[in-house]
């Protein structure tokens, strides 16, 4: 391995990774974008649909993540004069959906989503614009020292982190041959120079890029019941695309056990909740 790795700077569109991307310089900025095919999450701004489209090289709909994410890294690009990469995988409607016709969902114990639409899609842009083990610059905060020494223990001998990936094809070419990859080396700018939530609140807060009150997916199963039900009054189209997936299923496919989004969509809270009554902690961490 070099002495000196080529770095780069991960972005989910939440304060904490943009915070690296201000005050860290890579050599590399990456985000990947959570789409959706369906017409009801239609972005609403017909001239940024199409510059999403051109960064991403493929047709823009829509997010299931807030609409604000698309702001936050168009602003971020501009207020760090670095340019970002933008990268994309299939739509969330494909990767649940089977040939079979049924639906294979996501849960606590399979986060295929965030594989599938954030951490595959780096690989495949990681391929062809380095393609030897870099480092990655992760967002985990002073007091998040042990979620850095979860993350270490899944590395090699050599530290860095492996990722089963499809290498070639059988002899007969009738199926994929897998295989490892060392791909990434795990930093964490923030353990080491000792910095808070509250340090990158202050920093953003004068700053001419806008947030999103919380990322990842608005319908993200590691949400309580609660804060989706939150979540369903500030987007009500998106959380009905999750509900909606659970409703068409043919296999009776849900998100949650034991309960399903149109009942936690339908519930009246018996106090009205703020925004503040929530954290990132209840968001499943895709979007810091």
């Not at 709909?61 to 670095?82: A, K, N, P, R, V």
């Not at 807060?205 to 319908?219: H, T």
């Not at 989706?228 to 997936?245: D, I, R």
Request: aromatic share 12%.
């Amino acid at each position: 391995m070099k002495d000196k790795l080529i770095t780069v700077n991960s972005l989910s569109g939440g304060k904490t990774s943009s915070y690296i991307a201000a005050n860290y310089p890579a050599d590399y900025n990456v985000f990947a974008l959570v789409r959706t095919n369906d017409k009801s999450c239609l972005f609403p701004d017909k001239k940024l649909r199409q510059i999403v489209s051109d960064k991403i090289g493929a047709e823009f709909i829509g997010t299931l993540e807030d609409d604000m994410i698309i702001h936050t890294m168009l602003d971020l690009e501009q207020y760090i004069g670095s340019k970002i990469d933008w990268v994309t995988g299939k739509p969330f409607d494909e990767i649940i959906m089977r040939k079979n016709g049924t639906t294979y969902l996501p849960s606590y114990m399979r986060r295929f989503c965030t594989t599938e639409m954030k951490l595959e899609p780096i690989f495949e842009w990681w391929k062809n614009e380095i393609n030897e083990i870099f480092e990655m610059r992760v967002g985990f905060r002073a007091n998040e020292q042990n979620r850095a020494k979860s993350m270490i223990d899944k590395t090699n001998k050599n530290g860095v982190s492996i990722l089963k990936t499809i290498i070639g094809k059988t002899k007969n070419g009738k199926r994929n041959r897998w295989g490892e990859v060392e791909w990434q080396k795990p930093a964490f700018p923030l353990i080491t120079d000792g910095i808070f939530k509250d340090n990158i609140v202050e920093y953003w807060k004068d700053k001419p890029v806008r947030f999103a009150w919380m990322n990842n997916c608005v319908g993200c199963m590691h949400k309580e019941p609660i804060l989706l039900n939150k979540m369903a009054k500030l987007h009500p189209n998106k959380l009905e695309w999750f509900a909606k997936v659970e409703r068409e299923s043919i296999n009776g496919a849900t998100w949650r056990e034991n309960i399903t989004y149109d009942k936690i969509i339908s519930h009246k809270s018996q106090i009205e909740l703020f925004e503040d009554d929530f954290n990132e902690c209840d968001s499943g961490y895709c979007g810091l």
